[in-house]
């Protein structure tokens, strides 16, 4: 049986040797890293939420805006499932934008970062490594979460416009 390093270390400073163990150091970098990601989580959870809740008030006030227009559509014949799904749609496409242009600046960061990082790393004469990557399906992952949560931000600003009445949306400003 295998015995674990960490009894092997025990035992060798038992004898007064100091250790070294690079697995133990490949440990403890691996606990920085599970501690930084989950704060990179943090930080991302909470730009999700405030970044629904900014569509959430873009569409609430543009269905205050949009009140003539909406009572227009319904005295046309749309009804409140062509009204919510305009409003869906419409969220939706503030999501687009937002992931891509996210995407767009995280990638052009990631691009310079890299660029300096491997201007040091010519300097300093180590063999160059890329520390960014972006494969594909992570760019299809953000691209869903940010359509997603801004169709999950925009579903009470859709039901409430295709609650409006027609009448009292074409009768006063």
């Known amino acids: 049986p295998t015995v674990p390093h960490a009894t092997i ?8 040797y100091r250790t070294f163990s690079y697995a133990e150091q490949f440990e403890e970098i691996q606990k920085f890293f599970f501690y930084f990601d989950l704060a990179l989580g943090a930080i991302g959870l909470i ?15 543009s269905i205050l805006e949009r009140r003539r227009e909406i009572g227009i559509l319904k005295s046309l014949g749309a009804d409140e499932a062509d009204i919510r799904r ?18 767009l600046f995280g990638w052009l960061i990631t691009r310079v970062v890299s660029a300096v990082a491997h201007y040091f790393m010519r300097k300093e004469g180590v063999t160059e490594v890329e520390i960014f990557a972006l494969p594909w ?10 359509i997603g949560v801004s169709l999950l931000a925009g579903l009470y600003p859709a ?15």
């Open 9 to 16: 270390r025990k035992q060798i400073e038992a004898m007064g």
């Open 86 to 103: 305009l409003f869906l749609v419409e969220s939706s496409v503030i999501g687009a934008l937002g992931a891509g242009l996210g995407l």
């Open 47 to 61: 730009a999700l939420v405030t970044a629904s809740l900014g569509i959430i008030n873009t569409m609430v006030f």
């Open 137 to 146: 399906w992570l760019i299809l992952i953000a691209l869903g979460l940010g």
């Open 159 to 173: 039901s409430r416009a295709a609650r409006v009445d027609p009448v009292e949306a074409l009768r006063g400003e």
